[in-house]
């Protein structure tokens, strides 16, 4: 069908997508200057995500902050599935969340989906799956995440939480819908075809562990959104709220087109790299410039096109006036590539250090984001059982 024509899927995806058409073939509405200003009025501010439109479409956005503002139960949800070091592309939507949860107050359940990397890899253990979710906790931490109020559900060793949630969405959902929402194929394993429902699960934890209906916002890629779907149709038939989304933007890889991939490691910045590494990968990369600086000048480039102007306006450049400056100085060919990559370079590498300095020292508090070591695990309870 038309989705996979523009290659979204939850294990593949292109950063460069007409996002319009995208956010119309999901049935998910644009992000307006009237779910912007609900924001700004409980939030006090708006993130410059927000106003760039780097979150630019969502479901119900504004339902939840309407119940957010009417003082109900709220949470965050959002989850990686370590299939290595996280890279810049990750931490993006964990930026923005992290903001929301700070302003809003509320907890979020991350989910570390290890048993998913594991079936949908071909090579890896499942050991080196889960200590990779540990080692993705450190930048949950580095980027200042609160332990008190973030819950981490690693599948592998935490199902036990999600179990009793995932026996009940699985009867609803037939081979033919996984199949049809997936793309599935008789060879795919069974682990992937099951896994789906432990993702479904967790929009539905916080209210079976506050026994309340709890509204929860999910912010993620829109290549997750297949999951959501899914999610939203069941939830009433369980008696549970569907949860909300937005969905930001994919961060582009640093070669010619699609996102930033662990799958391509030379096109994408790890927080691990030294910076002395990610700076040569910076300058290495793919541009929308001209191939020589002549014909820059004279033709000057095309910024909408070029990865490295992205990570300026996605992640690496707050001030919106300077924004606009590299912008026209780039289409008007005052700007050379190389001068941009350079001054990119050293922020991304000034980054590096302060956010390896931090998740350095997270080690020593990792514990403290693990759900097991905060809640207990919610029980399939009759209240006729003969058994305490
Ligand atoms: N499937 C996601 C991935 O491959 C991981 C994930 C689990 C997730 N739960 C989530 C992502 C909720 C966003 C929101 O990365």
Same mark, same amino acid.
């Given at each position: 069908?038309?989705i ?44 410059v ?7 630019y ?5 504004d ?16 989850g ?37 990397k ?8 499942l050991?080196?799956f889960?200590?990779?979710a ?9 980027l200042g ?6 819950h ?6 935490d199902?036990?939480?999600?179990? #009793?949630? &995932?026996i009940? =969405?699985? %009867? ?13 194929? /008789? ?19 916080p ?36 949860p ?38 910076i ?19 095309? #910024?909408? &096109?070029?990865? =490295?102007? %992205? ?11 300077k924004?606009? /400056? ?63």
């Amino acid at each position: 069908m038309e989705i996979e024509e523009i290659h979204i899927t939850p294990w593949e995806a292109e950063a460069f997508v007409d996002y319009e058409r995208l956010v119309k073939i999901f049935g998910a509405k644009p992000l307006t200057d009237r779910e912007v200003d609900m924001l700004a009025n409980v939030a006090g501010e708006v993130h410059v995500m927000i106003r760039r439109r780097v979150f630019y479409s969502h479901r119900d956005f504004d339902i939840f902050l309407e119940a957010y503002k009417s003082g109900r139960r709220c949470a965050l949800y959002t989850g990686r599935g370590p299939s290595g070091h996280t890279h810049l592309g990750h931490i993006l939507p964990w930026i923005f969340t992290k903001w929301l949860q700070d302003k809003l107050g509320l907890e979020l359940f991350f989910q570390m989906t290890d048993d998913e990397k594991y079936w949908h890899s071909e090579s890896g253990s499942l050991e080196e799956f889960n200590s990779l979710a540990y080692e993705n906790i450190l930048d949950l931490a580095a980027l200042g995440l609160d332990p008190s109020k973030t819950h981490v559900i690693i599948d592998s060793e935490d199902i036990s939480y999600l179990y #009793p949630i &995932a026996i009940k =969405i699985a %009867k609803k959902i037939t081979y033919s819908t996984q199949k049809a929402s997936f793309g599935f194929t /008789d060879s795919t394993n069974i682990g992937m075809i099951y896994y789906p429902v432990l993702q479904m699960a967790v929009a539905f934890l916080p209210s079976e562990l506050y026994r309340d209906q709890v509204m929860v916002l999910i912010p993620a890629g829109i290549d997750q959104d297949p999951y959501w779907r899914l999610t939203r149709d069941i939830a009433p038939s369980l008696n549970y709220p569907k949860p909300a989304q937005i969905h930001n933007k994919l961060l582009p890889g640093l070669g010619i087109g699609g996102k930033m991939s662990s799958s391509k490691p030379e096109t994408a910045i790890y927080t691990t790299d030294p910076p002395d590494v990610a700076k040569q990968k910076i300058m290495k990369a793919f541009t929308g410039g001209q191939p020589t600086a002549q014909l820059q000048r004279k033709y000057g480039g095309n #910024p909408d &096109a070029c990865p =490295i102007y %992205k990570m300026y306006e996605m992640l690496f450049e707050d001030d919106d006036k300077k924004l606009l /400056d590299r912008y026209n100085a780039c289409k008007t060919g005052n700007l050379l590539c190389g001068e941009c990559k350079a001054e990119l370079a050293e922020r991304v590498a000034k980054f590096l250090i302060n956010h390896q300095e931090r998740r350095g020292k997270a080690l020593n508090y990792v514990e403290k984001y693990l759900i097991r070591h905060k809640f207990d695990v919610p029980k399939v309870r009759n209240p006729n059982r003969n058994t305490k």
